[in-house]
């Protein structure tokens, strides 16, 4: 527990000073907090929460803090903390190791007001893409207790916030037909990764994203609940290894991502679907497509059931990484159904049950994944079970 005091005397101090604040000028400060904890048992490879012995050690805690110091002004922040393994990354996972925190900022930026169609963002900005990027760590909002892998697991592909500059806005008509825009520049860290072309030596990956620029277009419907959208970015990344700059990797050029998504929602009813297009140096190095429908419905009373259906397909064009994936094809594979069954005490506090049939090891990895690499040995299904709760305050 040595390495949490960092964290928790940061914790303690930051709600020191909001308690503080709050007390002061408690009409301009709002805090909310989203957390929450899962066991997961898997049978053949470790997947999302799930080992082959059962994991109870997943549990989260994020603050959302925002202000109005002045008028037309606000200030948003969020960080969260979260137990976490350094071989997490490398999707092993081991009892043995030593518990610890990771606390990371999630966001914070200031918010400048002209008017509804108008506000100007500064700092660490939340990213605006796809459905779920703004409410990563709100499990409230969703029916299932992980986000859709395909989209959101994406490693060197998808993160919560940027670094930079942007203007959103929106505008609705008299019939109930309006939109929502983000437009937006700066550098984007993406979460990092483990490369395992060398598997003696697998290296971590940290993506940048400097001098991109990225969008989000929502249409609100004249039909209440259903949201129809677009939003991508792009920009030529820098790759480091072990955190060195790698300037000889064979992905390279501009990276440019699109996302298209459908949102449809009513008290009973919860629909959603995206599909995701990556090019890497204009499709010449690296092609992915990723997709997924989640639906859920409110049975009777407080329970709700779900199913979701979730797949990837990437494609590297670049000899010789394609001969070594020529070796283990299931590792750039990945499809999954996942069935769901929730008990809602309230809208803010809920029990999820989901079982999950995965096919392929993009994302499910072998519990020794660089046997799994050298001897070209890799069970390609995956089964879990996954329990867990989720509330927001």
Request: net charge negative; charged share 20%.
């Amino acid at each position: 527990m040595k390495n949490t005091k960092p964290a928790l005397l940061i914790l303690f101090c930051l709600f020191l000073f909001t308690s503080i604040s709050f007390s002061q000028t408690a009409d301009k400060l709002v805090i909310n907090g989203y957390a929450g904890w899962g066991y997961g048992k898997s049978d053949e490879n470790n997947y999302l929460l799930g080992t082959e012995n059962g994991k109870y050690a997943n549990y989260n805690l994020a603050l959302a803090i925002a202000s109005n110091p002045a008028d037309r002004v606000n200030i948003f922040s969020s960080f969260d903390l979260q137990r976490r393994h350094e071989d997490n990354i490398t999707g092993t996972y081991s009892s043995s190791q030593p518990d610890k925190i990771l606390m990371k900022i999630n966001y914070i930026f200031a918010e400048y007001t002209f008017n509804d169609a108008v506000r100007f963002r500064v700092g660490k900005v939340k990213a605006p893409f796809g459905l779920y990027t703004e409410t990563f760590n709100v499990g409230t909002t969703r029916p299932f207790f992980t986000l859709p892998t395909s989209i959101y697991a994406s490693p060197g592909l998808v993160t919560q916030s940027y670094l930079g500059v942007g203007i959103t806005g929106s505008y609705y008509f008299e019939n109930n037909w309006g939109f929502q825009y983000d437009v937006y520049g700066g550098e984007l860290n993406l979460e990092r990764y483990a490369d395992f072309t060398n598997p003696t030596f697998p290296a971590i990956v940290d993506t940048r994203l400097p001098d991109m620029f990225g969008l989000r277009l929502i249409c609100h419907t004249g039909l209440d609940g259903l949201n129809i959208g677009v939003s991508g970015y792009m920009g030529a990344p820098e790759f480091f290894y072990n955190g060195v700059k790698k300037t000889n990797y064979f992905i390279s050029g501009k990276h440019m991502i699109l996302d298209f998504h459908l949102e449809y929602l009513t008290d009973a009813i919860s629909l959603r679907s995206e599909y995701e297009r990556i090019q890497k140096n204009d499709g010449k190095d690296v092609e992915v497509d990723g997709y997924y429908v989640e639906a859920a419905y409110k049975l009777f009373g407080h329970w709700q059931a779900a199913a979701l259906y979730d797949k990837q397909n990437y494609i590297v064009h670049d000899p010789v990484f394609s001969q070594l994936i020529a070796l283990n094809p299931s590792t750039v594979k990945h499809e999954e159904w996942a069935f769901g069954l929730n008990y809602w005490f309230t809208p803010n506090f809920v029990i999820k049950f989901s079982y999950h049939m995965v096919d392929g090891n993009l994302f499910a990895k072998p519990k020794d994944i660089m046997a799994a690499m050298i001897n070209n040995e890799f069970e390609e299904k995956t089964n879990l079970l996954l329990v867990g709760t989720q509330f927001s305050f």
